[in-house]
């Protein structure tokens, strides 16, 4: 049998032709995906309420966590927030403190006893205004109603871990947490105990080591 010789220009160029047809193949990447888990222990979500009297802070702790990259980019990821451990950090009175995180773990506000998780999934990262930042968006589930949220985040990755940092505004009414709101309320007779609506977030995510 008479064997066909290929000669190096020809077999350079048939693999350029190969890699080029891969790359051009809607939704084939050279660089494979991974996921990465989120350490939950280096991240925090931080929370601001405000009312007429004055306003409170405090965190609540991530129970899991994964996010799928490609090289520089993210591809999407799932977070689940453990409601149960809902603090303040802005009252010094351990009985006032205590009064208030119960009062927001009760049916006026999360119903963690019904709810105890939150989750967030990310079906959309679009590059924002600059290089580092992204505008992500997802789905918020809390109270088992769910709600399209979109903000920017700074996204940079440095050795294998990946940091994003956020910033979002939540109308808690969307996910039925009405105690005291204006919307639900005549606001004359909550007087000085109306809660507003809005809740402030700030996310400081960390993935470990890929």
């Known amino acids: 049998m008479k ?3 290929i000669s190096a220009p020809s077999f350079r160029t ?34 601001l309420g405000k009312k007429v009297s ?25 977070f689940v927030v453990d409601m149960s451990t809902i603090t303040n950090q802005d009252i010094e009175s ?19 006893t019904q709810f105890p998780e939150s989750r967030f999934l990310i079906t959309e990262v679009k590059p924002g205004s600059s290089a580092q930042e992204m505008l992500v968006t997802g789905k918020l589930t809390v109270k088992d109603q769910s709600h399209p949220v979109t903000f920017p ?11 994003a940092n956020g910033k979002l505004t939540l109308d808690r009414t969307k996910w039925d947490i009405r105690y005291n709101s204006g919307k639900w309320y005549d606001p004359a007779q909550l007087g000085d105990k109306l809660i507003y609506d809005e809740i402030e977030i700030e996310l400081h995510l960390a993935t470990k080591s890929s």
Not at 20 to 36: H, M, N, Y
């Open 3 to 5: 064997k066909t010789r």
């Open 14 to 47: 048939s693999l350029l032709t190969f890699i080029v047809s891969v790359v051009c193949i809607p939704g084939v990447t050279l660089a494979e995906a991974q996921d990465l888990q989120i350490d939950t222990d280096k991240s925090e979500v931080r929370w």
């Open 54 to 78: 004055g306003q409170h802070n405090g965190y609540v702790k991530l129970k899991d966590g994964t996010v799928s990259v490609d090289g520089r980019k993210v591809l999407g990821g799932t």
């Open 94 to 112: 351990p009985k006032w403190k205590a009064k208030l995180e119960n009062h927001l773990k009760s049916d006026d506000f999360f119903n963690i």
């Open 153 to 163: 985040a700074k996204i940079v990755e440095k050795d294998g871990i990946y940091t």
